[in-house]
């Protein structure tokens, strides 16, 4: 039976993935990026500039031409050859802006553009599109969702936006207050991270993954149904740094895992709400405040049970 060469072969990038930029730049074939674009502490940025660097060094002493399977050039070397009109900024690679060439040679941490999105993508949420799943429950994609029902959303420099989902600000209902973790806290993945208020009772909410706190979204103190409101763009809670980034994602559910991960924690409302839960186990579409339609059932009773706290 025939095989496929390497130039038969065609791999598509998922949606919602984005290429690496080794990948981008043409110095391997298929490679998507896993680190949110931060390369500087990307393990496999690391082993390429090694790669190369080796390389060279034994290419140089050789004094021989390299074979084709061998890595002669880093990524920003590769995109240093195109003319400078085709330069794609990383914020054109990731997908930021639709258009922008590098003005800096690709040295990012001196650029004052680079400096200057920085600043704006960590303060502002980036919008994102949302969808209906199972009974009216949104799901927002490109997420990464904890069983305690709060969001993680990577961003580019290795950050994560973080916030409650679409089920617990339903099965919270309307919000009296907010308390965020204080900049500079480590919260860790599965612990209380911070807790809210209603009618007098407080809950504890988990992380979904581990990290230091680089900013808090303050227009909560003031206006906490904004997570009720937006909860996946302008309800947002906190910003962290994530010290096991990767680690915590395989402990998360995402695209097709969160949907049936949705599915079944709404089975397991209807099952336990009973009659007092008036929501179509079928279909229907959710109440925007659960706790308002389940007359005598014990509000921290399915906080817990749902909240895993």
Request: hydrophobic content about 35%; aromatic content about 8%.
């Amino acid at each position: 039976m025939a095989t496929k060469s390497k130039q038969g072969s065609f791999k598509i990038v998922p949606p919602g993935k984005k290429k690496c930029v080794w990948m981008e730049a043409g110095v391997v074939s298929y490679k998507l990026c896993d680190n949110n674009y931060d390369c500087p502490t990307c393990i496999y940025d690391q082993a390429m500039q090694v790669k190369v660097a080796r390389q060279k060094e034994a290419t140089a002493v050789a004094v021989v031409e390299p074979s084709s399977d061998k890595f002669t050039a880093t990524w920003v070397e590769k995109m240093m050859l195109l003319p400078a009109s085709e330069r794609k900024c990383r914020y054109m690679i990731t997908g930021e802006l639709d258009r922008k060439i590098c003005p800096n040679a690709y040295e990012c941490g001196t650029c004052s553009f680079d400096r200057m999105m920085q600043t704006r993508i960590q303060a502002e949420p980036i919008p994102v599109a949302t969808d209906t799943h199972e009974g009216g429950f949104k799901l927002a994609p490109d997420m990464y969702y904890h069983e305690g029902h709060t969001w993680a959303k990577p961003e580019y420099g290795g950050r994560v936006r973080v916030g409650l989902d679409d089920f617990a600000q339903k099965l919270l209902g309307r919000l009296s207050r907010i308390e965020t973790p204080d900049i500079g806290h480590m919260v860790k993945q599965g612990e209380a991270a911070f807790q809210v208020g209603r009618n007098g009772e407080k809950v504890q909410i988990l992380s979904p993954v581990e990290g230091i706190i680089s900013r808090v979204n303050h227009q909560l103190m003031d206006n906490p149904e904004l997570v009720n409101e937006s909860p996946y763009v302008d309800g947002w809670l906190f910003i962290v740094e994530p010290t096991k980034l990767r680690k915590n994602l395989k402990g998360l559910y995402y695209g097709e895992e969160a949907q049936r991960f949705l599915s079944e924690e709404k089975e397991r409302l209807f099952s336990l709400a009973n009659d007092d839960l008036m929501v179509a186990a079928d279909g229907g579409e959710s109440v925007e405040d659960i706790v308002g339609q389940l007359k005598e059932k014990d509000w921290a009773k399915f906080v817990r049970a749902f909240l895993r706290t």
